[in-house]
């Protein structure tokens, strides 16, 4: 059973920052890559960035690479979204999502724990 739970999202202007925070009820963390999936109004839901089960490999989307940035506490089993120079199209609904040791986490079907999502709105 894996259970995420997701926070730190809110309002914020453009250029500002906010940092997501997930925090996974597990037997064992560090048998999980971990991800963060966004979905836009309209849009698709899509893998943004993920993280190997140790932490020392990461994945970015074009769309954010250079302004976010993926961390893990496997002390603290909670998984990090540093997201700077945010702007008005990054506004979403933000997954944490988690996948088995072993299976890519840079790839989006790999993902099969989810958490409930959490609002992230950037005005201009």
């Known amino acids: 059973q894996v259970q995420l739970v997701e926070s730190g999202g809110g309002l914020v202007q453009a250029g500002g920052s906010l940092r997501l925070s997930c925090a996974a009820s597990?037997?064992?963390?560090?048998?999980?890559?971990m991800g963060w999936f966004r979905q836009a109004p309209g849009k698709e839901r899509e893998l943004i960035s993920g993280?190997?089960?140790?932490?020392?490999?990461?994945y970015y989307a074009d769309s954010v690479k250079g302004r976010f940035t993926i961390s893990r506490d496997n002390a603290k089993n909670t998984v990090y979204l540093q997201m700077n120079s945010l702007k008005p199209e990054d506004t979403a609904v933000y997954y944490c999502?988690?996948?088995?040791?072993?299976?890519?986490?840079?790839?989006?079907?790999?993902?099969?724990?989810w958490g409930q999502g959490t609002q992230v709105t950037v005005s201009s």
């Open positions: 999502a988690a996948s088995d040791y072993g299976l890519p986490y840079s790839m989006a079907p790999a993902f099969g724990y």
């Open positions: 993280i190997n089960w140790n932490g020392d490999r990461s």
């Open positions: 597990v037997r064992r963390f560090n048998d999980y890559n």
